[in-house]
């Protein structure tokens, strides 16, 4: 009689032991989690494209920054692999700006409006920038 009841209790307290393993290693596991997403990589933001500056990104939403100038600069291309890629851009100047599908200034054009932006442009215009100023409109 007697060891029935400590066998009993025995198992009563081997249950414990594991559930409390259990939680810590949930635990553990939480803290490990918190660490990998601040380490995570940075979001996309508008806040990329510094003050006085007009910038072009290869994704929607102002992801993945591939071209950032200061307003007043003539035509430039663009270059790599970001040629032909451009689907967001911001224009932080005063004056307005603006990108061409072709390389040299030429081709279908579009305009950056001073102080203005775009997270989307629009699917005709859509990743297809070899080019751009920011000295002046289209
Ligand atoms: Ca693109
Ligand atoms: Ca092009």
Request: proline share 2%; charged share 20%; with cysteine.
């Amino acid at each position: 009689m007697y060891s029935v009841i400590r066998t009993r209790h025995a198992g009563v307290s081997n249950y414990g032991e594991v559930d409390m393993r259990i939680r810590m290693i949930a635990a553990v596991g939480a803290v490990f989690f918190a660490a990998a997403s601040l380490t995570a990589p940075a979001q996309a933001a508008f806040s990329d494209c510094d003050a006085d500056r007009v910038c072009i990104w290869g994704n929607n939403d102002y992801a993945w920054l591939i071209g950032e100038r200061p307003g007043g600069e003539g035509v430039a291309n663009i270059g790599g692999e970001a040629n032909n890629e451009m689907d967001s851009w911001g224009n932080r100047t005063t004056r307005r700006s603006a990108g061409y599908a072709d390389r040299g200034g030429v081709g279908d054009c579009q305009s950056f409006a001073a102080g203005s932006r775009d997270n989307n442009v629009s699917p005709v215009n859509s990743d297809e920038l070899s080019s751009w100023k920011t000295n002046g409109g289209c």
